[in-house]
């Protein structure tokens, strides 16, 4: 079974601009969550999706969006973007099914904001 | 709180055993995982341990839980070169996937 997928796997954008990132679940996994690691705050939840709808938001701003797909395939959208927001993005997929709840990673995308 | 404290690094020579810990704070946690990150790589899942647990041990890897201090330990015996990386423990509520994931703790093998 292939594993988690994201693309791109690198990106470089201005200050201001908006960034689309994508994430591939692994076949079956409906249950999408992302999640924003830096050198600074290391890894911090932003928000989960399930059957097309938000489950669980994290802690921050509304700049940050995301949605899922049918297919469970999600997006996550940073708007008006800081140099602050210069991370890897890391997307995770899990069956929703209990009980152990245990999450698989993809590779990330890699954010710098110049 | 939502705290989960690793220390930074820990360092082992090939063949040793290796011992990272984790403290956590929420004591609703159900599961508790543990996550191995490889240089430009995302995060591969190791093992996890259900919150009514002790230990539980899994090939080279045992982890043991003290619930009572809320202190999470992964054993790695004969640990190799390959093990090099960043470890990160992460706690979790029973149903959801939002972890609370501790700052990462990085191995270096020497050989």
């Known amino acids: 079974k292939a594993g988690v997928t994201q693309t791109p796997r690198y990106l470089i954008k201005t200050r201001g601009q908006q960034v689309t990132l994508s994430c591939s679940p692994i076949s079956g996994h409906r249950s999408v969550s992302w999640y924003q690691q830096t050198p600074g705050q290391g890894l911090q939840f932003l928000f989960e999706?399930?059957?097309?709808?938000?489950?669980n938001k994290g802690n921050f701003p509304g700049r940050f969006s995301g949605r899922q797909f049918s297919n469970s395939r999600s997006e996550m959208n940073v708007s008006t973007l800081e140099l602050g927001d210069s991370a890897l993005y890391l997307c995770?997929?899990?069956?929703?099914?209990?009980?152990?709840?245990?999450?698989?990673f993809g590779p990330g995308t890699r954010l710098t904001v110049t | 709180g939502e705290d989960v404290e690793q220390s930074l690094f820990l360092s082992v020579r090939e063949g040793d055993s290796s011992v990272i810990n984790c403290t956590y704070t929420?004591?609703?946690?159900?599961?508790l995982y543990w996550y191995k990150q490889e240089p430009g790589a995302g995060l591969q899942l190791l093992t996890y341990i259900f919150s009514n647990m002790d230990m539980k041990q899994d090939q080279r890897l045992t982890v043991l839980l003290n619930k009572k201090d809320k202190h999470l330990s992964l054993r790695i015996a004969d640990t190799q070169t390959g093990d090099s990386a960043i470890y990160f423990c992460?706690?979790?509520?029973?149903?959801?996937?939002?972890?609370?994931f501790g700052t990462g703790t990085r191995l270096k093998v020497l050989a």
């Open positions: 999706y399930f059957s097309e709808t938000q489950r």
């Open positions: 995770a997929s899990s069956l929703n099914r209990g009980p152990t709840y245990e999450q698989y």
């Open positions: 929420d004591s609703s946690s159900t599961y």
């Open positions: 992460a706690e979790g509520t029973s149903g959801t996937y939002k972890y609370i």
